[in-house]
């Protein structure tokens, strides 16, 4: 029983904690897209596992590469006349777990997500710059099914155990989502990306009696929606440790770092050369993200958990609007 409950645990960290985002962007976005799946770190049971999540995450500050921008900045040393004051982000993720065998689960995460954006826009020569929000856009996020293959499972004298598999980020989001203009919005507040987007992951995990961690790499590959419009493919290394001073208590801390590459627009139906985050060349880069959180499991099969992370360190292409920080909190129980 202790094995099983030990492949458990790693079999839903390894699955669960790569959860895709429902589109690829650039690494301020992509922050709150790779954590709402941390209720994964908690065992599945026999057979099934369902968790809830909670992410919330608020953009705002720039960067030109790996220097910080004023929008005065910004105003001074560009022609944009549309430029993004702050962006929130809310996501509601349902996670189901299955495992047809010890060696073989397969998962399904299906998030429900909320943006709003605050704008600064410029009204022409003489009359100054306006602020301005567009409305709330929300709806059914991109669909993430994946399957994971145990390698090396734990035995009486290893508790490390290593996992491999591999998945898909499926167009069931609206990615056809217009303003008030009758033009598309921005491609990254769309609930959904528009593509079929394979993803492979790698994932090893030891279980001590109070500490543990994993670590795991993954990949999602982005292919061109049916509107032209590509998001930048994503890389993915993460690190995750947890002391617990406590039986039912434990503290994590976490690293993870990100290369997203550069969106494109191929018929320019997303692209608007005045509006600093509709044009394509103010997509992708790199990211060093940290991150802390607790864990609690009350007796039975539950896990509760709350994660606070924030941004080391980032270069970005071209200018962008940044995460300042992120907040993910999420429940999970198996049976």
């Given at each position: 029983m202790?094995i099983?409950?030990?492949?458990?645990?790693?079999l839903?960290?390894?699955l669960l904690?790569?959860?895709?985002?429902s589109r690829?962007?650039?690494?301020?976005?992509?922050?709150?897209g790779?954590?709402?799946a941390?209720?994964?770190?908690?065992?599945?049971g026999?057979?099934?596992?369902?968790?809830?999540?909670?992410?919330?995450?608020l953009?705002?500050?720039y960067?030109?590469?790996?220097?910080?921008?004023?929008?005065?900045?910004?105003?001074?040393?560009?022609?944009?006349?549309?430029?993004?004051?702050?962006?929130?982000?809310?996501?509601?993720?349902?996670s189901?777990?299955?495992?047809?065998?010890p060696?073989?689960?397969v998962?399904?995460?299906?998030?429900?997500?909320?943006?709003?954006?605050?704008?600064?826009?410029?009204?022409?020569?003489?009359?100054?710059w306006?602020e301005?929000?567009?409305?709330?856009?929300?709806?059914?996020?991109?669909?993430?099914?994946?399957?994971?293959?145990?390698?090396?499972?734990?035995?009486?004298?290893?508790?490390?155990s290593?996992?491999?598999?591999?998945?898909v980020?499926?167009?069931?989001?609206?990615?056809?989502?217009?303003?008030?203009?009758?033009?598309?919005i921005h491609?990254?507040m769309?609930p959904?990306?528009?593509?079929?987007?394979?993803?492979?992951f790698?994932?090893?995990?030891r279980?001590?009696?109070?500490?543990?961690?994993?670590?795991s790499?993954?990949?999602?590959?982005?292919?061109?929606?049916?509107?032209?419009?590509?998001f930048?493919s994503?890389a993915?290394?993460?690190?995750?440790?947890?002391y617990?001073?406590?039986?039912?208590?434990?503290?994590s801390?976490?690293?993870?770092?990100?290369?997203?590459?550069?969106?494109?627009?191929?018929?320019?139906?997303y692209?608007?050369?005045?509006?600093?985050?509709?044009?394509?060349?103010?997509?992708?880069?790199?990211?060093?993200?940290?991150?802390?959180?607790?864990?609690?499991?009350?007796?039975g099969?539950?896990?509760?958990?709350?994660?606070f992370?924030?941004?080391?360190?980032?270069?970005?292409n071209?200018?962008?609007?940044?995460?300042?920080?992120?907040?993910?909190?999420?429940?999970?129980?198996?049976?």
């Amino acid at each position: 029983m202790k094995i099983n409950f030990r492949i458990a645990l790693l079999l839903s960290a390894a699955l669960l904690l790569i959860s895709v985002p429902s589109r690829a962007s650039s690494p301020c976005c992509e922050s709150a897209g790779s954590d709402h799946a941390e209720a994964g770190n908690t065992a599945i049971g026999d057979r099934f596992l369902m968790g809830l999540s909670y992410s919330y995450s608020l953009m705002e500050g720039y960067r030109e590469g790996a220097e910080s921008l004023s929008i005065g900045d910004i105003r001074e040393k560009t022609d944009y006349t549309v430029i993004p004051v702050d962006m929130e982000m809310e996501r509601y993720t349902l996670s189901a777990g299955y495992k047809p065998n010890p060696r073989t689960p397969v998962s399904v995460a299906v998030p429900y997500v909320r943006y709003t954006m605050a704008m600064s826009l410029d009204r022409g020569p003489g009359l100054g710059w306006e602020e301005t929000e567009m409305d709330p856009v929300s709806g059914l996020g991109d669909i993430v099914l994946r399957s994971g293959y145990v390698i090396s499972p734990p035995s009486e004298t290893d508790n490390g155990s290593l996992t491999v598999g591999a998945g898909v980020k499926t167009p069931s989001g609206d990615y056809r989502k217009k303003g008030s203009s009758g033009n598309f919005i921005h491609a990254h507040m769309q609930p959904g990306s528009g593509s079929w987007d394979p993803l492979a992951f790698i994932a090893y995990g030891r279980e001590g009696e109070k500490v543990s961690f994993d670590l795991s790499a993954s990949y999602q590959y982005a292919t061109r929606n049916p509107e032209g419009y590509r998001f930048g493919s994503v890389a993915s290394l993460k690190a995750t440790g947890r002391y617990y001073p406590l039986r039912r208590l434990g503290i994590s801390g976490g690293l993870e770092f990100l290369d997203v590459g550069k969106a494109s627009d191929r018929d320019g139906k997303y692209t608007n050369p005045a509006s600093l985050i509709d044009d394509t060349a103010n997509t992708g880069g790199d990211a060093l993200w940290g991150s802390a959180g607790l864990e609690l499991s009350p007796p039975g099969s539950a896990n509760v958990s709350l994660k606070f992370q924030f941004p080391l360190w980032e270069r970005v292409n071209g200018i962008q609007l940044v995460t300042k920080y992120g907040l993910v909190a999420s429940f999970s129980a198996s049976f």
